[in-house]
Each structure stands twice: as C-alpha cells, then as structure tokens.
Nanobody
Framework: QVHLVESGGGLVQPGGSLSLSCTASRNIFSFNAMGWYRQAPGKERDLVATLTRGGIRTYADSVKGRFTISIDGAKNTVYLQMNSLKPEDTAVYYC????????WGQGTQVTVSS
C-alpha cells in the first residue's frame, strides 16, 4: 500500500504564489511518474502536471509558464510551485503516483480570491 501525504494548500490573492508538496511512503523513483491533478466544484478531475521517472515534464496548457513540478528524491517528495495564480486555479489539488496502478493523495484545497 502506498500513502501520499499532501500539504501546502490555502487561500491566496490573485497573482500570488503557493507551493504544494506530496511525500510518498516509498521510494519515489519506483513510480513511472508523479503528478498533480485538480478538481473544481462540479467539474472533472484534470491533469495539472506530471513528471516521469525519466525527467519528462507535462503541463496543462492553462498552467504552462506559471506552474513548475519538481522532485526531491532524497525526501520522496514531489512539489508543485504555483505562481501568478488566478481565480480559475481554485480547486482541490491531488497528488498522483503512477505505478501502473494509480495512487492518490487526500487532496488539498487551493483558493485564489481577493
């Protein structure tokens, strides 16, 4: 069983920044990829960013140039640095670990509002 523990959500004003972190209960490089998804009220869960074991990054068009995904292997932690936040970024953000089987964190709320 894999556990993913997220932290870093909160309330921020438009144009502000937040950093999310997700720590895995086992070697993060044992996964094919790590990623972040988000789900706004009444909407489906959508991909935000992924980072493969080989170092390939993928971003949703809506966050390109604003969000950055990274990994600290020594801490088994994946990060999502979010800059220039917009109200439409408001959602619950979920960490994902892809090992063929997908594992999910509990989610962390990000609210962008003035």
């Amino acid at each position: 069983q894999v556990h993913l523990v997220e932290s870093g959500g909160g309330l921020v004003q438009p144009g502000g920044s937040l950093s999310l972190s997700c720590t895995a209960s086992r070697n993060i490089f044992s996964f094919n990829a790590m990623g972040w998804y988000r789900q706004a009220p009444g909407k489906e869960r959508d991909l935000v960013a992924t980072l493969t074991r080989g170092g390939i990054r993928t971003y949703a068009d809506s966050v390109k140039g604003r969000f950055t995904i990274s990994i600290d292997g020594a801490k088994n932690t994946v990060y999502l640095q979010m800059n220039s936040l917009k109200p439409e970024d408001t959602a619950v953000y979920y960490c994902n670990a892809n090992a063929g089987v997908h594992y999910w964190g509990q989610g962390t709320q990000v609210t962008v509002s003035s």
